[in-house]
């Protein structure tokens, strides 16, 4: 099992830019599939970016496709998601998530993101 800490979370106004960060610990991520995640109020949870084992690979939910970015650190056990040009739409609680094989088997708390207009 791995744990998993997100962090960078906070206010920031419309067009600004933040950078989350995922810490991992218990066991190293350089066997995870690694993704991130949000959930806005009163909305289900959707897919927002995923990074295979080496960073090679990523995906991106459309909404968010040329405006952010995921990237990994293997030595740091460490998972990023560079976002820029942030829209009021971007507002949610950003979750962390690690995947063995094909599923998401381990999650952080989450880290609350709010764009102002």
């Known amino acids: 099992q791995v744990q998993l800490v997100e962090s960078g979370g906070g206010l920031v106004q419309a067009g600004g830019s933040l950078r989350l960060s995922c810490a991992a610990s218990?066991?190293?991520?350089?066997?995870?599939?690694m993704g991130w995640f949000r959930q806005a109020p009163e909305k289900e949870r959707e897919f927002v970016a995923t990074?295979?084992?080496?960073?090679?690979?990523?995906n991106y939910a459309d909404s968010v496709k040329g405006r952010f970015t995921i990237s990994r650190d293997n030595a740091k056990n460490t998972v990023y998601l560079q976002m820029n040009s942030l829209k009021p739409e971007d507002t949610a609680v950003y979750y962390c998530?690690?995947?063995?094989?094909?599923?998401?088997?381990?999650w952080g708390k989450g880290t609350l993101v709010t764009v102002s207009t």
């Open positions: 218990g066991r190293t991520i350089s066997r995870y599939g």
């Open positions: 990074i295979n084992l080496s960073g090679a690979n990523t």
């Open positions: 998530a690690a995947a063995y094989g094909t599923k998401w088997s381990d």
